[in-house]
């Protein structure tokens, strides 16, 4: 077997910047690489999870113009954990004004989880931007995929981790966990905020790798990620992402058949079960399709990491 890719080295970008967004947000960007090198941008997790400093290093630094954003609330934008003026049509109109601010024709769009469903949604609204899609984990917001993660079927992987998802929320709210959560994360008990919203991000935390990593789950119970992480994600979710309908990405995938694709997969990502990364790949044939026989969800998962540095290799 050939050995596994690494990401690239860490890297400091060459431009960090503010660029003032309708709905008076301030989104946070930065540019790393080559400046004349091609465009990607990678867009991260959540949503609400913020830029990771890590996702440069999935391109050669070389060889690529890297842009990473925080989007709307969240990381180093403004206001945080803002929820008004905040909609999945709202992040892909601020890809469009941070690509033309950045002068840039077209780009190749990288991301995976929440990063994914953006990619999807931005490439079948701006087609012609995009120069190729890098998907990994692959999330399209459907109630199926929601009912699984909060409500009943990843429960029954992590019952340990689950119990404290439930601890918060009193047995006769449990029946609509996504409302209950609403209510608290969006109260005004500060404190009740709080507590919601570390329960609500450790989940996630302590459920995305193939193997449990300690520190990582400290970092989703951090006050700051987590309220951020929390409100915002809970307010992406019960509005069903804004899609017209359950099944909008993949019933319009059709319209992205000339845009070369990547779609990597972990087999054991719980967070979000490769069902839908196997329905996407039906409904787009010319895609590489990558299934990580050992990878749960995260973007450093090794067997992950592996699949899209050779991606990104290979594109650039
Ligand atoms: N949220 C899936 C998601 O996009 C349901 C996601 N999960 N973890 C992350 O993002 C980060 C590690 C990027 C925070």
Redesign the pocket.
């Known amino acids: 077997m050939t050995e596994k890719r690494q990401l690239y080295p860490s890297i400091d970008p060459y431009e960090t910047g503010v660029l003032k967004v309708a709905g008076g947000h301030e989104i946070y960007y930065e540019q790393s690489g080559n400046p004349a090198g091609k465009a990607a941008v990678y867009l ?7 830029c ?1 400093p890590r996702q440069r290093r999935v391109f050669d630094p070389k060889k690529y113009r890297i842009i990473l954003f925080d989007q709307r609330g969240c990381g180093r934008s403004k206001p945080f954990a803002s929820l008004e003026h905040n909609t999945t049509w709202d992040l892909v109109a601020d890809m469009e004004r941070l690509r033309e601010h950045l002068g840039i024709e077209d780009w190749q769009v990288c991301g ?4 994914s ?1 953006l990619a999807l949604a931005y490439a079948q609204t701006h087609t012609g931007r995009v120069s190729e899609l890098v998907l990994r ?1 692959i ?1 399209t917001l459907r109630k199926s995929e929601l009912d699984w ?1 909060y409500q009943s079927g990843a429960s029954r992987i992590f019952p340990d981790e689950w119990e404290k998802f439930l601890a918060p929320i009193p047995e006769d709210e449990r029946g609509n966990l996504m409302q209950a959560y609403y209510d608290r994360l969006t109260g005004d008990d500060q404190a009740v905020q709080i507590e919601a919203a570390r329960a609500w991000s450790m989940w ?2 302590s459920t ?1 790798n193939l193997y449990q990593r300690p520190g990582q789950i400290e970092h ?1 119970g951090s006050e700051k990620f987590a309220v951020a ?1 929390a409100r915002i ?1 809970c307010h992406y ?1 019960i509005n069903g992402g804004w899609f017209e309908t359950d099944n909008w990405l993949i019933d319009n995938a059709g319209v992205l058949k000339d845009i070369p694709a990547v779609i990597v997969q972990g087999r054991y990502d719980v ?2 079960p490769m069902a839908t990364a196997w329905d996407l790949h039906k409904v787009m044939p010319d895609a590489e399709f990558s299934v990580i026989p050992d990878a749960g ?3 450093d998962e090794p067997g992950i990491a592996d699949a899209l540095v050779r991606a990104t290799d290979r594109f650039a």
């Open positions: 991260h997790g959540g949503p609400g999870g913020g990771d995976g989880s929440w990063g469903t984990g999330f993660y996630e935390g995305i989703f992480f994600e979710f967070c979000t969800h995260a973007f």
